[in-house]
């Protein structure tokens, strides 16, 4: 009897998903392209997403709630802030825009513009699935092992 590979620690996992909300409408999907792959742990899958294939193996399928806070997180007022509108030059403030602006560490962080008025502009940094309840759906279409490479040392 052979062993069959498990989605697990020290896996590379090749998957197709679908991330619906609750009421069906479909927020992303690998399906009609290419499935996507990735290290078990190298965080490309939010933990939530990850545990819920935790032991499947190459053909199983899964519907698996996730709820906001194992998904994407809680949705964070306090991930509003508010900037003069002067800051911004006239013509790339509109609501529903996408802007990059730059974290405390300098690293890129994607903001919605959320409101605007005459002197402020309200700025959304939650992602755009916080607080929602989603369903997962994946489909597993292979488990290969998947070892971190390890440093050899010449003495």
């Known amino acids: 009897m052979t062993d069959t590979l498990r989605a697990g620690p020290q896996t590379r996992i090749t998957l197709h998903f679908a991330v619906r909300l609750m009421d069906g409408t479909e927020m992303d999907s690998t399906h009609g392209g290419e499935p996507a792959a990735f290290s078990w742990g190298d965080e490309s899958l939010l933990p939530g997403f990850e545990r819920a294939i935790l032991g499947l193996k190459a053909g199983d399928k899964r519907s698996v709630f996730i709820d906001a806070a194992s998904g994407f997180g809680e949705y964070n007022e306090q991930n509003r802030q508010h900037f003069k509108r002067s800051t911004f030059s006239a013509d790339d403030v509109e609501v529903g825009t996408v802007m990059n602006f730059a974290d405390a560490a300098g690293a890129e ?39 971190p490479e390890q440093a050899v040392r010449l003495n």
């Open 109 to 147: 962080l994607p903001g919605v513009i959320a409101e605007l008025d005459d002197d402020w502009v309200t700025v959304d940094f939650n992602h755009p699935l916080a607080g929602r309840d989603l369903t997962f759906e994946v489909e597993i279409i292979n488990v290969e092992h998947d070892a």
